[in-house]
């Protein structure tokens, strides 16, 4: 019997559970100057994630992983296209570029403000974005702190805590902001095993039970099967999407589904599809771009 999971979604009561989250990338292109040259980081690419759907987005370096992100968050201006949320344009090449409270960006090296505690991190998205009173904010997250147990290190500062610790925390600030989309720029990078699969399994438990979407940049070829509905390869620069992978593993998945045949026989095929686009990136010199 799976055991009930525990309910985060009183802890929110914010006014952005109305939105969908439901994300459309339709013909993105992506020009850089560099120099006297430039260099096309994203072509021709186009690519749907459905309303809380988990997405996972692979490739070599440089494939244009993090340019995609960076323009659904609204921080980088396309070349060509148009990116869609909710069925309003958030970004285009006619300059329609608007970050937003809908979606937040859980980053690789981490965003807490070191001269402040775990609470003082919390509150600070909360009360700019959903314009709350301290008091409220503080409630909420020591509501969502203490069903995740994480009530102990509220007081804490960031450079007390465990990597994969400073890793829940944000996860948990993400989710407090209570936007549509979720996107995630390798934040379990540099962790070691034991620390990764449990941020991993925390992941998860708060997604199941306030699910929003949540689109993952990782190399770690496991982690993206072990956490994604789906996941997207792209090519090699210039960036589109090469092939998908539907990731049918029953949820809740335990961490022994990694042993399994179905996602064993997954794995080969995703190597095979990423190892192509990374031999042809090594033969072409490529380097790693934002």
């Not at 309003?88 to 937040?104: C, E, M, Q, W, Y």
């Not at 805590?161 to 902001?177: D, K, Q």
Request: glycine share 8%; proline share 6%.
């Amino acid at each position: 019997m799976v055991a009930a999971r525990p309910e985060y979604s009183s802890a929110l009561c914010a006014p952005g559970a109305a939105q969908q989250g439901d994300l459309r990338a339709r013909g993105v292109g992506k020009i850089y100057a560099a120099g006297n040259e430039s260099i096309v980081a994203l072509e021709s690419c186009s690519l749907d994630i459905a309303s809380r759907q988990f997405c996972a987005l692979v490739g070599p370096s440089g494939c244009g992983k993090t340019t995609l992100l960076n323009a659904i968050a609204g921080f980088d201006a396309l070349t060509s296209g148009e990116i869609e949320l909710d069925g309003r344009i958030i970004n285009s090449a006619r300059g329609h570029l608007k970050p937003g409270p809908d979606r937040v960006v859980v980053f690789q090296n981490g965003a807490l403000f070191p001269w402040a505690t775990v609470r003082e991190n919390l509150v600070r998205g909360p009360i700019i974005q959903q314009r709350i009173t301290y008091r409220e904010a503080e409630r909420r997250a020591l509501a969502l702190l203490g069903r995740v147990g994480l009530m102990d290190v509220a007081s804490a500062y960031p450079a007390a805590l465990s990597s994969g610790m400073r890793r829940r925390v944000e996860i948990v600030r993400a989710l407090l902001c209570d936007p549509a989309v979720i996107l995630l720029d390798e934040p379990f990078r540099g962790l070691d095993t034991v620390s990764k699969a449990s941020a991993h399994q925390f992941l998860l438990d708060l997604w199941g039970a306030a699910p929003k979407t949540l689109l993952l940049i990782t190399h770690d070829l496991d982690e993206a099967l072990f956490l994604a509905d789906r996941v997207v390869v792209m090519s090699t620069r210039p960036g589109r999407v090469k092939v998908e992978f539907v990731v049918n593993l029953p949820r809740p998945r335990p961490p022994h589904v990694m042993g399994s045949r179905a996602f064993l026989d997954l794995k080969a095929q995703l190597i095979g599809a990423v190892h192509e686009e990374a031999v042809k990136a090594f033969v072409a010199g490529e380097r790693e771009l934002a």
